[in-house]
């Protein structure tokens, strides 16, 4: 069993069932992971920021460190590894927010409505989520199966 | 002896502060430092000596000759970069550390560390705030008092974790609950026993209520304040405590802290971690034997 470290604006796409895909302490920023039951083909993403007009240049160099474009490219790498676009099971976790902050930190609820409007455009659905509020929240998949977990202060819950 | 009165004695008995940092610190805390006195401390210490003609001489500084005396090196990389490297080693070497009570993995509360010092300068550039060799230094050492409660304490954070969630208490609200301190004012203290005061000092202890620091302090300890919660926002070097602060309004509104200001400094804070984590990497495998 081996652990893949997806650090913040970094995606990966596996199709090794020994694998497990994990991402740490996602506060705004959303993790998403994708899997194909069927052709054993998963990834897993963590955006930082919601749209990648905020910096093109950078979407460019790192599509991974925005929803939109991040997304995107997660997509089409699992699709071209082989899985389907009915077959595809999507699990969020992420998009918080600190305390009482009045609007001026949204971009955890923004990057979680970009996100939903790009899975509306493609007919993909949540299988399960967790996200907003404070905690912080660590992410992991299982390629054995596509098991999604979210630990949080030693709680660990499955999507 | 109460837990706070432990924990106060922990923080002023904690090894000391090098003295090159402390003497760095000093001399830009008065406004009174030039390459030549800069340039003649490090001298006197050979493993930041080492690196700033590291530095000095990488690909990235491009010399045109060789550059062999740390005065030519001071000159090359600026005083900021230079006391900047100086002060990220000091807060490498302490905050490298596990700590454990905050569940903070080894190396998270340097990458905290560096990226709130480097965010509270790109606020301060954004909002045309003063940005400082003091508010680099408190951003930087803002969150040192966690390592304290986290890692020399130990303090087991379950306690606090639940009067935080449960009664909907900020993180440093209720640790001065369970513990009857907080870790900005546990930092504080850590600064007074290595000889830091002033308004580093200050806003180091009221990063979290930067209404309630001195006035002279006031504009940095906003900076702090807003740039800590920006870079917790991303969970850089995020730990148990995740984003259970509560942001203050006064700060965010005398600063004009708007969302697209927030994701330009993320922006900009992360591109220039990066940078700092590559060289970080190169400074210790060249020492490496």
Redesign the interface.
Same mark, same amino acid.
């Not at chain 1, 001026?104 to 955890?108: A, D, E, L, S, V």
């Not at chain 1, 509020?133 to 929240?137: A, D, N, S």
């Given at each position: 069993m081996s652990l893949v470290t997806i650090g913040?604006?970094e995606m990966a796409v596996s199709t090794d069932t020994e694998q497990t895909l994990v991402t +740490?302490?996602?506060?705004?920023?959303v993790g998403v992971t994708l899997f194909d039951p069927e052709a054993g083909v998963g990834g897993m993403i963590h955006c930082?920021?919601p749209v990648s007009k905020?910096?093109p240049e950078?979407a460019k160099a790192r599509p991974a460190?925005f929803t939109d474009t991040g997304f995107v490219e997660l997509l089409n790498e699992v699709l071209a590894k082989g899985a389907q676009m009915s077959r595809l099971v999507v699990k969020v976790a992420g998009g918080?927010?600190?305390?009482?902050?009045?609007g001026?930190?949204?971009?955890?609820e923004r990057n979680y409505a970009v996100l939903r409007k790009i899975l509306w455009k493609n007919n993909l659905l949540i299988a399960g989520e967790d996200v907003g509020?404070?905690?912080?929240?660590t992410m992991r998949i299982q390629m054995t199966d596509g098991t999604v977990t979210v630990s949080?202060?030693?709680e660990v819950t499955e999507l | 002896m109460s837990t706070r009165d432990t924990i106060i004695q922990t923080a002023e008995r904690l090894e000391a502060l090098p003295p090159l940092a402390a003497e760095l610190i000093g001399l830009l805390q008065s406004h009174d430092a030039d390459v030549n006195r800069v340039a003649e401390v490090i001298a006197h210490d050979p493993a930041n000596a080492a690196n700033v003609l590291k530095l000095a001489n990488s690909a990235a500084m491009a010399p045109r000759s060789p550059i062999t005396s740390v005065k030519q090196a001071v000159m090359r990389i600026g005083l900021k970069r230079t006391t900047e490297l100086v002060l990220h080693g000091v807060v490498a070497k302490h905050a490298g550390k596990p700590v454990l009570g905050y569940?903070l993995?080894p190396g998270?509360l340097w990458e905290f560390s560096a990226a709130a010092a480097i965010a509270t300068e790109k606020l301060a550039q954004a909002t045309g705030d003063d940005a400082s060799p003091e508010a680099f230094t408190a951003g930087l050492f803002q969150d040192l008092g966690k390592l304290v409660l986290g890692h020399f304490v130990r303090v087991d954070s379950?306690p606090i974790?639940k009067v935080a969630?449960s009664q909907?208490r900020?993180f440093e609200e209720a640790e001065r609950v369970v513990l009857g301190i907080d870790h900005a004012e546990v930092g504080a203290i850590l600064l007074d026993s290595w000889g830091i005061g002033g308004t580093v000092r200050d806003a180091v202890r009221w990063h979290h209520e930067p209404e309630s620091a001195p006035e002279q302090a006031r504009p940095i300890a906003r900076l702090v304040h807003a740039a800590g919660?920006?870079v917790?926002?991303?969970?850089?070097?995020?730990?148990?405590?995740?984003?259970? +602060?509560?942001?203050s309004?006064s700060a965010?509104n005398e600063l004009q802290?708007?969302?697209k200001v927030?994701?330009?400094v993320?922006?900009e804070t992360?591109?220039q971690l990066e940078s700092l984590r590559e060289l970080t990497r190169e400074l210790s495998e060249s020492s490496a034997p």
């Open positions: 913040m604006c +740490y302490s996602l506060g705004s920023c930082m920021l905020t910096d950078k460190m918080g927010a600190p305390m009482d902050s009045a001026r930190f949204k971009i955890g509020g404070t905690k912080p929240r949080s202060g030693g | 569940d993995a998270a379950a974790h969630f909907n900020s919660q920006i917790n926002l991303a969970g850089i070097g995020g730990g148990a405590d995740g984003l259970h +602060y509560k942001p309004a965010l802290v708007r969302p927030v994701e330009q993320l922006l992360t591109s």
